[in-house]
Nanobody, 123 residues
Framework: VQLQASGGGLVQAGGSLRLSCAAS????????MAWFRQAPGKEREFMAS????????YYADSVKGRFTISTDNAKNTVFLQMNGLKPEDTAVYYC?????????????????WGQGTEVTVSS
């Protein structure tokens, strides 16, 4: 399994970015896909997740209403649309995958990880 995250960059507060995670190496039916982030000096934290079917979504309270996770099954890609960005959203964002369905927010609960894409939000 390979996960390739992209789409990070520098944006002003209030702006938007869309992160992409290209997944390859197998079929992902039955997998849970997620986005985490890690700010400098802080632990990696859960942002959002969904089953590959995309029929339900879960969000951290800090991003609920601003971020949207989705999948494009035909392209084997998971997205994280980020709106209303704040300076405290500055972090490296990672996509993750696990071959189990369920609501999981701990990084050790995910088996596969992408390399991360950096997001910087200026004030």
């Amino acid at each position: 399994v390979q996960l390739q995250a992209s789409g990070g960059g520098l944006v002003q507060a209030g702006g938007s970015l869309r992160l992409s995670c290209a997944a390859s190496g197998r079929t992902f039916s039955g997998y849970t896909m997620a986005w985490f982030r890690q700010a400098p000096g802080k632990e990696r934290e859960f942002m959002a997740s969904l089953p590959w079917s995309g029929d339900r979504t879960y969000y951290a309270d800090s991003v609920k209403g601003r971020f949207t996770i989705s999948t494009d099954n035909a392209k084997n890609t998971v997205f994280l649309q980020m709106n209303g960005l704040k300076p405290e959203d500055t972090a490296v964002y990672y996509c993750a995958a696990d071959p189990r369905i369920g609501f999981r927010t701990k990084n050790y609960e995910y088996e596969y990880w992408g390399q991360g894409t950096e997001v910087t939000v200026s004030s």
